[in-house]
């Protein structure tokens, strides 16, 4: 839990020092070249660790079953608070960037490794998994609105090293543990066949039990679950990630330019006594961010979104979920600009229906890949789909960045609109294979 709140804490904090990186810094010196500090350089750099954040989980999926859960989320952990404390510490974007390169590395055996520690070590498995999204979720809303009620008073730099303290004392936690890997298997072993696993017979499924053991069994199964829908399913986790980096990744910085979200010195907010407990002097140029607070809104709303999601999972066949729900996506993404330019306060009204939607879609495509996949690829599917949500979807920064930069926010929400759009289209598809 604590670790899964940090990685989420982690990665929505990113945004809101966007805005930051994008006043503070003016140029980026690699030393041979230099390139101007622009929301394409930063896309670009953003990505870099969101990529990696992706990219490294499914070779930490092989990994975790080399080395085991509780080595690998310990250093996890120790890399992500090693990582925070670098940013906190740096001078420039290159030291920057470098940061969020060790994040993106520490973080994406994450997921990998913790979702397989509950399977093979808890007995009470549903609680466990309970538990541990409840975690992500807090990480997701509650990381960002931490993050920027401390940046009302500190500057970004110190915002990220104490966040990254937390990590670094979960990690020496962590490293100290002392637990079984592997309770929950003894025991369901114990309760079948009297304590003696590994006692049935050998089947195809049990294949996802012993982990891919090299280069040529790795590339006949990845084969042998490419060969299906799951393709489809595919393209949907990547429509999904990409959608959700463009949005949420210079949402704040887009929001920053609307009427409404202009900067509220802190001091006409408070009560004298209050200010001067409080040491907020006037005139002293401390302000309130509104666009951190609604950045901060949205993924709040978004752990109901994934409350729905889960229930209607249940409910209704994923095929039809996946195409509405993107469906819905597609339309919001279209009546962003027009309805930012009517106020804030359907601004708000719409930002809210944004962020529930966005991890609506979550628990579906999640549910829709288990129900595509062979039982014996089933955590190499799940290892792919971190790869197509994370790693391909980290490409929706450098997308948003690099179409902000040379057009405007309407352009890059109609790309996103047509990204969503083709996501409902599969779901679609799906859907109509099931009928025949």
């Not at 280069?215 to 799951?230: H, K, N």
Request: proline share 4%; charged share 10%.
């Amino acid at each position: 839990m604590l670790a899964h709140g940090a990685v989420h804490t982690y990665e929505m904090a990113v945004p809101l020092f966007v805005v930051v990186w994008l006043t503070e810094f003016e140029v980026i010196s690699l030393g041979v070249a230099s390139f101007d500090v622009t929301t394409a350089t930063v896309g670009v750099i953003v990505t870099l660790g969101y990529g990696l954040f992706g990219v490294g989980a499914l070779p930490g999926g092989i990994l975790v079953d080399r080395i085991g859960s509780r080595r690998l989320i310990s250093a996890c952990l120790f890399g992500m608070g090693l990582s925070y404390v670098l940013l906190g510490l740096a001078p420039n974007m290159v030291v920057v960037a470098a940061a969020l390169v060790l994040w993106g590395l520490a973080a994406s055996v994450y997921h990998p490794a913790g979702l397989s520690l509950i399977s093979k070590g808890v007995e009470e498995r549903g609680t466990g998994l309970a538990y541990h999204g409840i975690a992500g979720n807090l990480g997701i809303g509650l990381g960002p609105l931490a993050a920027a009620v401390m940046l009302l008073f500190v500057e970004w730099r110190t915002v990220a090293l104490v966040l990254g303290a937390p990590a670094v004392l979960a990690a020496v936690y962590a490293a100290r543990a002392n637990f079984d890997e592997t309770a929950a298997v003894d025991a369901e072993a114990a309760a079948t066949d009297g304590g003696s696993a590994g006692d049935g017979p050998e089947t195809d499924d049990s294949k996802a039990g012993s982990g891919v053991d090299d280069l040529g069994e790795f590339l006949a199964e990845s084969r042998r679950l490419f060969a299906g829908a799951f393709v489809l399913v595919f393209v949907v986790v990547m429509c999904s990630g990409l959608y959700y980096r463009g949005v949420l990744t210079f949402l704040p910085e887009l929001l920053r330019e609307l009427p409404g979200f202009e900067p509220i010195p802190v001091e006409t907010l408070l009560p004298e006594s209050l200010r001067s407990a409080l040491g907020v002097e006037s005139g002293t140029g401390q302000t309130l961010n509104p666009q951190d607070y609604f950045y901060s809104g949205l993924l709040l709303v978004g752990v109901v979104g994934q409350y729905v999601g889960g229930k209607l999972t249940d409910r209704i066949p994923v095929e039809y979920g996946i195409a509405g729900s993107f469906g819905v996506l597609a339309v919001l993404a279209v009546l962003f600009v027009p309805v930012s330019n009517m106020g804030i306060g359907p601004l708000m009204a719409l930002g809210a229906l944004l962020g529930g939607f966005l991890f609506v879609v979550q628990p579906m495509y999640q549910a829709t890949v288990a129900e595509y996949s062979p039982s014996g690829t089933r955590g190499l599917s799940y290892g792919f789909t971190y790869l197509g949500v994370f790693g391909v979807g980290a490409l929706g920064g450098t997308i948003a960045g690099g179409i902000l930069s040379f057009a405007d926010a309407t352009a890059l929400f109609l790309v996103l609109a047509a990204i969503a759009a083709v996501g409902s289209l599969i779901g679609v598809v799906l859907a109509r294979r099931t009928v025949a």
